[in-house]
């Protein structure tokens, strides 16, 4: 079954054509971070100015690397929310007329769950083993789920203030990096001190898998603040070593409760998906401490302390940004399992269970 897939939550143009689910055919992404790096982040009007503009060429270039038509889709998805208003009815007015017009299915998906699903992309079949515990974070969002089977999604914890991808911007700008700031202060941090600044780990209570950031926001702001009124400016050295601090961080909180909710349902898997889990540091976190909790290290043998999940992210860090392949993926896998017809008109409100 092919699907084109059209995605624009956001400031992305992006069409794909995705076979059962998991055979990348064509995967096309107009980005418009150079136009946006202007205001040092996403104006609403401006990102669905430039949707209209480039909807039809990178649908027509999605269906000719695929080396297909119109005529040879079986099916067309889009991104039905959540994202900015403005720019998602650039993508479904137009994956609706395309529907419409070639009588074919129209399927809407979640843009949390497009995340989810492109840890599918470029997979054998049968690879991926239920129940996964799954974190989502970006720019927007910020969630722990579980995964129990295709379709079946409970939120198990969100963010209750801003996102991780939220806050790695904020910081970026504070320290004078550029625009998106996730890759710039990751850059920085790699010749950075992660132990010079002791900043706060908000985790809540113990129990929770909630996440809050503003905290850590208001620290890094106070950091910089007071370095630029004793020094006047901020050095190289400490823009690295703020960095470096501000990342071990975040992706400190993101492991620990990822690898605490895997622990408590049993996971088979733990998944990260979504902008920020193209982060370096936080894969090779997620691997350190997955190694320590299920592994011994005794008289250079190691021994297995008890099953350990496996761990998966994207092995193409082009399907952890926002992507049409995740939104076709995703839309073979939910078009089988959902047969709610809410969920269907209307995936925004409906992809969770409350745990």
């Known amino acids: 079954m092919k699907i084109l897939g059209i995605e624009t939550s956001c400031d992305e143009t992006a069409a794909a054509v995705v076979e059962n689910g998991r055979n990348v ?9 150079d136009l946006h790096k202007e205001t040092g982040g996403v104006v609403p ?12 060429p990178v649908v027509d270039e999605a269906l ?3 080396g297909t038509t119109l005529a040879g889709i079986d099916a067309i998805a889009v991104t039905a929310g959540p994202g900015l208003v403005s720019s998602l009815i650039t993508g479904t007015t137009s994956a609706s007329v395309l529907a419409m017009s070639l009588n074919k299915p129209l399927i809407p998906v ?3 769950a497009g995340h989810i699903y492109a840890n599918w992309l470029d ?3 049968d690879t991926i083993q239920f129940p996964i515990v799954i974190l989502t974070v970006s720019g927007g969002h910020n969630d ?3 995964m129990k089977e295709h379709g079946n999604f409970e939120l198990l914890g969100e963010t209750l203030d ?3 991808g939220e806050a790695f911007d ?9 625009y998106p700031g996730g890759p710039h202060v990751s850059r920085r941090a790699e010749v950075g001190n992660p132990n010079r600044f002791d900043l706060p780990r908000v985790y809540l209570d113990k129990k929770s898998f909630n996440f809050s950031f503003s905290g850590l926001k208001t620290a890094m702001l106070n950091l910089t603040k007071n370095e630029h009124e004793q020094n006047g400016t901020l050095t190289e050295e400490f823009v690295a070593d703020a960095a470096a601090s501000f990342q071990e961080t975040v992706c400190d909180i993101l492991s620990d409760k990822l690898l605490k909710a895997a622990e408590l349902h049993n996971a088979k898997e733990v998944h990260i998906a979504g902008g920020v889990s193209a982060n370096k540091r936080l894969r090779f976190m997620m691997e350190e401490k997955i190694t320590s909790k299920y592994y011994k290290d005794h008289k250079n043998k190691i021994q297995i302390l008890k099953n350990s999940p496996v761990l998966r992210y994207t092995a193409d860090i082009k399907y952890c940004t926002d992507n049409a392949a995740m939104i076709a993926g995703a839309a073979y896998f939910l078009n089988k399992t959902v047969d709610n017809e809410m969920a269907k008109a209307d995936p925004t409100l409906t992809l969770y269970q409350k745990a």
């Open 144 to 146: 722990l789920v579980l």
């Open 45 to 56: 009007e401006v990102a669905a100015r430039e949707h209209a503009i480039r909807i039809i």
């Open 123 to 125: 997979l054998p079949a």
């Open 170 to 178: 904020k910081v970026a700008r504070l320290l004078g990096l550029g």
């Open 25 to 33: 055919l064509s995967n096309v992404i107009a980005s418009q971070i």
């Open 162 to 164: 801003d996102a991780a």
């Open 64 to 66: 000719k690397k695929a």
């Open 110 to 112: 979640n843009h949390i």
